[in-house]
């Protein structure tokens, strides 16, 4: 439909040419990866932690290995937007649309206060369990 196809080397240097829309990517690839203090932390943590208490260890350790794998994909595209020159002719940017501008503020918001607090979505997950039954 006329839309450019995107590919690894398109983000090379994004940090020059957008510094926002980098380190919003980039928060988003980081929660992906399950560092603390982002929502991707707490999914991951009570996955492996529902597969342990059924006694999956087997699960929970291929889970992990997923992660590990699945990390080395989220950093290598950080590195890309940060440590590497933008591609010939890259050109900066367009500005987002507001609408867009407060969707992604309101989404890297939502992602650490998960991560610092998840018990604010937990506890009503917790409470209409039973409801689901």
Do not use: C, Q
Not at 21 to 33: E, N, R, Y
Not at 37 to 46: D, I, R, S
Not at 67 to 92: C, D, F, K, N
């Amino acid at each position: 439909r006329g839309e450019k196809h995107v590919e690894l080397m398109d983000l090379a240097g994004l940090s020059r040419r957008s510094p926002a829309m980098a380190a919003v990517l980039s928060i988003f690839l980081l929660s992906l990866t399950g560092v603390p203090l982002t929502a991707g932390f707490f999914g991951k943590f009570y996955i492996f932690k529902a597969a342990l208490d059924a006694d999956l260890v087997w699960l929970a350790v291929l889970g992990l290995l997923n992660s590990a794998v699945a990390a080395y994909y989220y950093l290598r595209i950080i590195v890309m937007m940060y440590m590497h020159e933008p591609s010939i002719g890259a050109e900066p940017l367009p500005a987002p649309a507001p609408g867009i501008r407060w969707a992604l503020a309101a989404s890297v918001a939502g992602t650490f206060v998960l991560g610092v607090a998840p018990s604010l979505v937990l506890d009503y997950a917790t409470a209409s369990a039973p409801l689901l039954r």
